[in-house]
């Protein structure tokens, strides 16, 4: 299985400021035969279901706003809010979807300082 | 718009079976782009892909290993739905679980159900 590791473990920034999270598959998750990265990431609210923000490690998903960001290959990816807003506190995980079973990093909090 | 409404007993009893249901509007369990899918979560393991089936042709099914001897995913295209059993659960397969749309296209579940506590207790 790939064990997906996030850090941090959770996270304080102030609103306006940039918010920066890791996440490492254990094996590259990138098929070279159309050059895709398999990882998404998604921001979960309490109460609430997981929401896909990012596909192909760096594809926007319709609807989600352009301060959030991906980019990586291989094993080393990035989720990037480029200026926290209030409503973009959450858990946020990233997802491999390259072999199965597919696995999820263990969540990393996101909190206003 | 695609929506998941999810049902099934919130409380079942150690050694018996955890069953739930999916139905899907704005989408068919029989598309030939997506793929539906079951994942729980709880505190101590975090996010856990479980299983699913798909429709390409013929239907077909992934299941983890952690709970393969336990687990049947099932298509309804009567009714536009699929559903999770369980059996033998235990103490530690309580968790919040959900039904989800995996995008074949793009990867990435799309849609997801509302998710249903399911404790394991006497």
């Known amino acids: 299985d790939i064990v997906m590791t996030q850090s941090p473990d959770s996270l304080a920034v102030s609103l306006g400021e940039r918010a920066t999270i890791n996440c490492k598959p254990s094996?590259?998750?990138?098929?070279?035969?159309?050059?895709?990265?398999?990882l998404a990431w998604y921001q979960q609210k309490p109460g609430q279901p997981p929401k896909l923000l990012i596909y192909?490690?760096?594809t926007r998903e319709s609807g989600v706003p352009d301060r959030f960001s991906g980019s990586g290959s291989g094993t080393d990816f990035t989720l990037t809010i480029s200026s926290l807003q209030a409503e973009d506190v959450a858990v946020y995980y990233c997802?491999?979807?390259?072999?199965?079973?597919?696995?999820f990093g263990q969540g990393t909090k996101l909190e206003v300082k | 718009q695609v929506q998941l409404q999810q049902s099934g007993p919130g409380l079942v009893k150690p050694s018996q079976t955890l069953s739930l249901t999916c139905a899907i509007s704005?989408?068919?369990?029989?598309?030939?782009?997506?793929?539906w899918v079951w994942v729980r979560q709880s505190p101590s393991r975090g996010l856990e892909w479980l299983g699913r089936?798909?429709?390409?042709?013929?239907?077909?099914?992934d299941y983890a290993d952690y709970v393969k001897s336990r687990i049947t995913i099932s298509p309804d295209t009567s009714k536009n739905q699929f559903s999770l059993r369980l059996n033998s659960v235990a103490p530690e397969d309580t968790a919040v679980y959900y039904c989800?749309?995996?995008?074949?296209?793009?990867?990435?579940?799309?849609?997801w159900g509302q998710g249903i506590l399911v404790t394991v207790s006497s």
């Open positions: 704005g989408d068919s369990v029989s598309s030939n782009s997506a793929t």
């Open positions: 192909w490690a760096s």
């Open positions: 094996q590259s998750v990138l098929q070279r035969s159309n050059n895709k990265n398999f």
């Open positions: 997802h491999q979807y390259y072999s199965l079973p597919q696995t």
């Open positions: 989800a749309r995996d995008r074949t296209s793009t990867g990435g579940f799309d849609y």
């Open positions: 089936t798909h429709y390409r042709s013929k239907w077909g099914y």
